[in-house]
């Protein structure tokens, strides 16, 4: 099946689905007759003899120097072959292929005066399963993710190397198998598949979606976490939360609210229990994960307007003007980048307060230390609650902002640059780190809510516990959890931890 793209207004849920789904799609017909229109207008630009930036100039600092008409071709391909300059293990194929559909978006909008046909081979790469070899790192954010954008511009023209169906091999080997002839590109065209935040964006938005998902299952978790210790379920009554009136922690609290209704466990302490309060990590978790919830929804909002953009430069305006400008600085995906760092930090930083709970017995209302069936001479989840606490305290280190860290590149032409390509690449290795938390805190929530036993959790959470026992067992004797901790972080990064939790997908908040 491929899917059909409308330029300016691809939404959340359809980029997911690309991202997830690895589908191929196509720009819609009367986007590429805007493509067509934007042709003749740069064709007349040239006619006219006017010096357009990229076109039949040099580029960057050598923007001054004119290339003559018979060299254009040429000076396309340099530009390709030169910023093919990354550098680092190849970033993923389902980030790539995203990447790919985020430069057919933009140079679909009509703007940059490709020819139909780059953005048709720019298709059928991904519908042949080609997917370009892109270096992760070389990316400053301005003019454009240049590097790794040189890298798939490449594979157009018959260099570089490419991933076909799996297999890593030269471009011309992939190519002629799958009966594809090269692209020369025309005027304009390398600088335009070359200018661009794609890369950046789509590094964004894939972390974004995952962290999205981990958010909403730290609710769960959360939930899983109250029960175990016992906790109150009164802090997460809707008018507290509406009283104050964030969206992101109404959401948060009826989330967790919704898991605990019904639950044996949080019946049987209504009357003499003598805590008057449960601790931050319980009771303020709708304050904090909604907190997050939020900058995440603004970064959606950022990053669906980002993915419908045109960012390459110079753009050929309606009035069939060439233009320069700054469309390629990614300051706007930087910013929220380091802002969703902030979000997948904070949410793992209170999870892993609640794994310290459950295994202290001074804290866990009358749990066994460490979740241990015979504590000393069982350690139990001791080191679990250690790991946690490592990914964590990385996870803290790995948000601080990139997009501050500015330095000049081009002989100062570009002297101020955004840095967002690895601002969003960062997420994912901090994705990883809270999916390992959860994990833990799923685990170990889980061991606490059977010690609660005859008690029993509500419905919800007894589904999401059995979900939790087909992939880590119990916890009876000492063994190696190594394992339990991958197989459980896998488990919360694949998808709703329960069927009945809203809003698992950002897509659904997020048009």
């Known amino acids: 099946m491929s899917v059909e793209l409308n330029p300016g207004l691809v939404g959340l849920a359809q980029l997911e689905g690309l991202y997830r789904d690895g589908c191929s799609f196509r720009v819609s017909d009367g986007a590429m007759r805007l493509v067509e229109q934007a042709v003749d207008r740069l064709d007349a630009?040239?006619?006219?003899?006017?010096?357009?930036y990229g076109v039949n100039t040099g580029f960057g600092k050598l923007a001054s120097v004119r290339i003559g008409d018979g060299d254009l071709a040429t000076l396309q391909r340099n530009i390709v072959l030169s910023h093919s300059a990354g550098f680092g293990p190849p970033l993923s194929s389902d980030v790539v292929r995203l990447v790919i559909a985020l430069k057919c978006i933009s140079l679909g909008r009509g703007a940059s005066a490709v020819r139909p046909v780059v953005i048709e081979s720019l298709q059928q790469l991904v519908a042949n399963d080609i997917i370009p070899v892109v270096p992760e790192k070389g990316s400053v954010g301005a003019s454009g993710d240049l590097a790794p954008l040189a890298h798939i511009a490449a594979v157009l023209i018959g260099e570089g190397e490419v991933f076909y169906r799996g297999q890593r091999m030269a471009t011309a080997q992939a190519l002629r198998a799958a009966g594809i002839e090269p692209l020369e590109l025309q005027a304009k065209e390398g600088l335009a598949l070359l200018n661009g935040t794609q890369v950046s964006t789509a590094l964004a938005l894939a972390a974004l979606f995952d962290s999205w998902r981990l958010a909403i299952n730290s609710l769960v978790t959360t939930a899983l976490s109250i029960d175990a210790a016992m906790g109150s379920a009164a802090p997460f009554r809707e008018e507290i939360h509406m009283l104050r009136g964030h969206w992101g922690q109404v959401t948060a609290a009826r989330i967790v609210k919704a898991m605990l209704d019904g639950s044996e466990i949080r019946e049987s302490h209504r009357e003499d229990d003598l805590r008057v309060q449960d601790p931050y990590c319980l009771r303020c978790a709708p304050q904090v994960v909604g907190a997050c919830l939020d900058q995440m929804r603004h970064a959606g909002e950022v990053l669906k307007i980002e993915a419908n953009a045109v960012t390459d430069n110079p753009l050929v305006l309606s009035d069939g003007e060439v233009v320069s400008g700054g469309n390629f600085h990614a300051e706007p995906v930087g910013l929220v980048a380091d802002a969703v760092a902030l979000a997948v930090s904070e949410v793992g930083s209170i999870a892993q307060r609640r794994v310290a709970l459950l295994v202290d017995p001074s804290l866990s209302f009358g749990l066994p230390a460490f979740l241990s069936t015979n504590p000393g001479l069982q350690s139990g989840l001791m080191i679990a609650e250690v790991t946690s606490a490592a990914v964590m305290s990385e996870n803290r280190s790995l948000a601080n902002p990139r997009t501050v860290d500015s330095t000049p590149t081009s002989a100062n032409q570009e002297d101020h640059v955004s840095m967002a390509c690895h601002a969003a690449r960062r997420l994912h290795e901090m994705n990883e780190n809270l999916a390992a938390i959860l994990g833990i805190e799923a685990m170990s929530a889980a061991q606490g809510i059977e010690f609660r036993a005859p008690l029993k959790t509500s419905a919800e959470l007894q589904a999401v516990v059995a979900r939790i026992r087909e992939t880590c067992p119990r916890l009876e004797e000492d063994?190696?959890?190594?394992?339990?901790?991958?197989?459980?972080?896998?488990?919360?990064?694949?998808?709703?931890?329960?069927?009945?939790?809203?809003?698992?997908?950002?897509?659904?908040?997020?048009?």
């Open 479 to 511: 063994r190696q959890v190594d394992g339990d901790i991958t197989a459980m972080a896998r488990l919360v990064a694949s998808g709703p931890l329960s069927d009945h939790a809203e809003f698992a997908s950002i897509g659904e908040v997020v048009a």
């Open 45 to 52: 630009a040239v006619a006219g003899g006017n010096a357009i």
